[in-house]
């Protein structure tokens, strides 16, 4: 019982992550209307940017973390713009093309900056602590007080603002908001800005809780791609539980069959809740 509660409190800990790295892409599903797969990217932009101001520069990591997020929220605000908007109307097949070629490019460019090998961030060693046999370390606490502590601020920030509003908005019907006199071009900014943020915010915990190698963001693509389906196009609230029911579901297999089955087994739930619930957990269908 000690093992399976393990891996239970593993699998808390990777959904909180995976609601990091999701959250931000589908915000850009929503808004944009398609599947940003260069999204993924974003976090090893984020992790690797950590990994040089903190062991090539001697950056303490906070300060670190926080430059790549902003760095990254504006790094994806820039791709945005310079790619995805002048072939905005071409519609949503070939914005996915090309968001997979980002991708590509994006992928390439580090590769090619940092090099092949493992690396890890210059941190003090991770303090482990035991709640009932079961082990947690101080590192992981942070990933899901982070989880928490965005879930709710970017619900106050949706519910309360005028930007958050108008992001709404269009997320529901981008004619209706433009006809409301929403601001599509700054709204779409802002959307790309605060997926972008989000996505460095993930890409800063991969750095804390993983050893880092230039091909790790391309692997989440298909966690981040699970959890989105299993979300639906609902609320805020069904990333939440998508996320943390596909970290559970991941990490709980672990207990019977090989860890290298992970990505399956999370493909395996969004099969089984699609075919009771084909909205989603949402109850919204698709646009």
């Known amino acids: 019982m000690t093992l399976i509660a393990q891996y239970f409190v593993t699998g808390i800990v990777t959904g909180c992550f995976l609601i990091l790295a999701t959250i931000g892409f589908s915000l ?68 996915l093309i090309s968001s997979v070629g980002v991708a590509y490019v994006i992928g390439g460019s580090v590769d090619a900056l940092v090099g092949t090998g493992i690396r890890s961030l210059n941190i003090p060693l991770a303090t482990t602590y035991r709640f009932f046999g079961v082990r947690i370390t101080d590192y992981q606490m942070i990933v899901v007080a982070l989880a928490a502590l965005t879930g709710l601020s970017l619900a106050i920030f949706m519910t309360k603002t005028k930007t958050g509003l108008a992001i709404r908005a269009m997320s529901d019907n981008p004619g209706l908001a433009a006809s409301r006199g929403v601001d599509v071009q700054q709204t779409s900014r802002a959307t790309w800005l605060l997926a972008s943020g989000l996505a460095g915010l993930a890409g800063v915990m991969l750095a804390l809780i993983a050893t880092l190698s230039t091909d790790i963001a391309f692997h989440q693509i298909l966690q981040i791609l699970a959890v ?47 075919f009771l619930r084909p909205e989603g957990l949402s109850g919204r269908k698709s646009k």
């Open 228 to 274: 989105a389906i299993l979300a639906g196009l609902g609320s805020l609230y069904s990333v939440l539980l998508a996320g943390l029911i596909v970290g559970v579901a991941m990490d709980m297999s672990v207990y019977f069959i090989p860890a290298g089955y992970r990505p399956l087994i999370a493909f395996a739930v969004v099969i089984i809740v699609l």
């Open 28 to 95: 850009t599903r929503r808004v944009e209307g398609f599947l940003n797969i260069a999204h993924a990217e974003l976090l090893g932009v984020s992790a690797f940017v950590t990994w040089g101001l903190n062991v090539k520069m001697g950056w303490p990591f906070l300060p670190a973390g926080l430059f790549a997020i902003v760095f990254t929220a504006f790094f994806g605000l820039i791709v945005g713009r310079i790619v995805y908007d002048p072939i905005r109307k071409l519609g949503p097949a070939v914005l």
